[in-house]
């Protein structure tokens, strides 16, 4: 979906304002938001194309107005909403009403070093050969898919080249509607600035993005 | 920083609403028996004592001084990290990528916040930040000052936007003057923001 979370280029003032000695959380609630998050998704059965669908999907002024761990708790929030974990009127109430859902698993402390450990690859057996191969023109497809894409807007329409082809991997468009994994090729997609930014002053700037076969097509 | 000194009342009362918000929360999910308490509190030590920027540090040290373990790790970086025992979520796929004289790497996730956790941690804000994610892909130069940082002209900057699984660490240049020197006192020199990109690594003169 077309959204500000797609942020790149985007005219923004301001400056980067790194801070000294930045620690992981600046309050309580934002370690437990992103804790609460890692862990819902053993019952809940999320993946991680569902989890950035439910923080992106969301009107501009909602998405820009939110700090990132106010993002990661409207996002589960809303994932927990949808598979009825917990009811809107208990989130208002801020207290159980209603009986539990009953859940195949949890995570439990024992298993939280494991779980970390084991993470999520994505790389997944080819079902065919690879299209593309290093070196080959390319252009972006310039599509706007209303659901969950991870082909970022400032490269769309543009031509740019395989820099490296990546394997197969899960493909997020498919896997954040609970379509399946969908593996696709992936390949590492290289731009030169003047492409991308017809008034970039850089001529020493590329940019790549990691692109799955579908967004691409021969130029 | 107390409730005092705190520059912005206004945010100040919003992050205690958000706070209760989110105990309640908590408390619904623990009672409706999804939650282990036990294992927020762990998730939430590992992230704020054990993995962290400390661990990319011994990686780029490591391939400072031992040019097997340098192929290696341009080669197969999952592999050659998980060698030092990082490894496993937002780490799965990993790609170092090496600054040269001629070519300085910056790393960006314009979609989201997407980060190589087991090296680095979790992200710092600006990281996450609308500035950083809009401006980086286009005038990264722009984003160095921001850090007091800059590039000769001539250097090829190249950024990398990940958005799909793949995670990139920057392997910073070694400093000049620290032949000789240790693994363990050349990760002393390791920020970072230099495996970020958006920065470089101490010189000698700046540790003890």
Redesign the interface.
Known sequence: MDGA????????S??????PN????????E??????T???AT?GGWNIDMS?FA??NRPPEDY?SKS?Y?IW?AGL?QLMLERQ??AAD??AA???LHA??P?AR????D???A?????????REPARPALFAAGDRIRAKDIHPPTHT???H?VRGHIGRIERV?GC??F?DSNAMGAGEDPQW?Y?VTFE?RE??PD?T?P?????????EPYLERA | MTSHDHPHDHDHSELSETDLRVRALESILTEKGYLDPAALDLLIETYETKVGPRNGARVVARAWTDPAYHARLLKDGTSAIAELGYAGRQGEHIQVVENTPSQHNMVVCTLCSCYPWPVLGLPPVWYKSAPYRSKVVKDPRGVLGDFGCELPETTNIRVWDSTAEIRYLVLPMRPAGTEGWSEERLAELVTRDSMIGTGFPKQPREIP
Do not use: C, Q
Request: net charge negative.
């Open positions: 979370h797609d942020m790149g280029g985007v005219a923004w301001g400056p980067v304002r790194p801070e930045e620690p992981p959380f600046h309050a309580e609630w370690s437990r938001v992103f804790a609460i890692l862990a819902m019952p950035r923080r992106e820009l990132y106010e708790l929030e974990l917990i208990e989130i801020g207290k159980s539990a859902k859940v949890i995570l439990t402390a298993n939280v070093e779980t970390l450990r084991r993470g999520g690859p994505t790389e991870r082909l970022p400032y990546l991997h899960v997020p992936l590492t600035a991308l930014w970039a850089d020493n700037l590329t940019v790549s993005v990691d692109a799955w």
